[in-house]
Nanobody
């Protein structure tokens, strides 16, 4: 199973970016999906999660600005980021709980990370 994240870049404060993360490989079912981020010198922190049915949760620091969604047919999770602030600068990682076979358990897989830099 591989997770390929994309969409990062440099954006000015107040701007927007959309991150995407597509899962591929041997996949029977994808359970929860989400995004974490890690700023320089800080621990990795949870940004947002989404269940297969679309129930979402997000960190207080991004509520009202970030929105997570998923396309189950494409095994893809998205993170729409609006009103970006310099404090949002970090490497963003996607994560997915993947069940590879009908009788197997679920394991978590990470994407490779995509850099988001918010600066004027």
């Amino acid at each position: 199973v591989q997770l390929q994240a994309s969409g990062g870049g440099l954006v000015q404060p107040g701007g927007s970016l959309t991150l995407s993360c597509a899962a591929s490989g041997s996949i029977f079912r994808i359970n929860a999906m989400g995004w974490y981020r890690q700023a320089p010198g800080k621990q990795r922190e949870l940004v947002a999660t989404i269940t297969p049915s679309g129930i979402t949760d997000s960190a207080d620091s991004v509520k009202g600005r970030f929105s997570i969604s998923r396309d189950n047919a494409k095994n893809t999770v998205y993170l729409q980021m609006n009103s970006l602030e310099p404090e949002d600068t970090a490497v963003y990682y996607c994560i997915a709980g993947v069940q590879m076979y009908i009788h197997s358990g679920s394991n978590f897989y990470w994407g490779q990370g995509t850099q988001v830099t918010v600066s004027s």
